[in-house]
């Protein structure tokens, strides 16, 4: 098994990056509307705390983790885009490729959210 840490599932143009210490907050609020779960509370590790962050790592309750793929789903679908350029299964992981506060002219940045 390969594990994608550090934000390196999306490389390339329209890959994601690091991000900004003051935009965690509003990208994981953005978030919160589309999986319907917290998650601002159920960081792990720097996320949030250095001055950047390759990725986003999220404690999820395991019961949520088909809700919350179905939800990124319809929102991935509903505007056609293609699934395999924003949402990952990894073991017990989901990985989406998450505009930075909602709007894709901030970038992108990898969202793992830890079931």
């Not at 550090?6 to 003051?22: D, F, L, M, P």
């Not at 999220?58 to 505007?79: C, F, G, H, T």
């Not at 909602?102 to 990898?110: A, K, L, M, S, W």
């Amino acid at each position: 098994m390969i594990i994608h840490e550090g934000g390196n599932i999306w490389t390339g143009e329209g890959g994601t990056k690091r991000i900004n210490k003051a935009d965690v907050e509003p990208t994981l609020a953005w978030l919160e509307k589309i999986t319907g779960v917290p998650h601002s509370d159920f960081k792990l590790g720097t996320t949030g705390i250095k001055d950047t962050s390759g990725d986003l790592d999220i404690a999820v309750n395991p019961k949520d983790k088909e809700q919350i793929y179905s939800k990124l789903m319809d929102w991935i679908n509903e505007r056609n885009l293609n699934p395999k350029e924003w949402i990952k299964k990894f073991g017990v992981n989901i990985s989406f490729k998450t505009p930075i506060k909602g709007d894709e002219g901030n970038g992108f940045v990898q969202t793992d959210l830890m079931f």
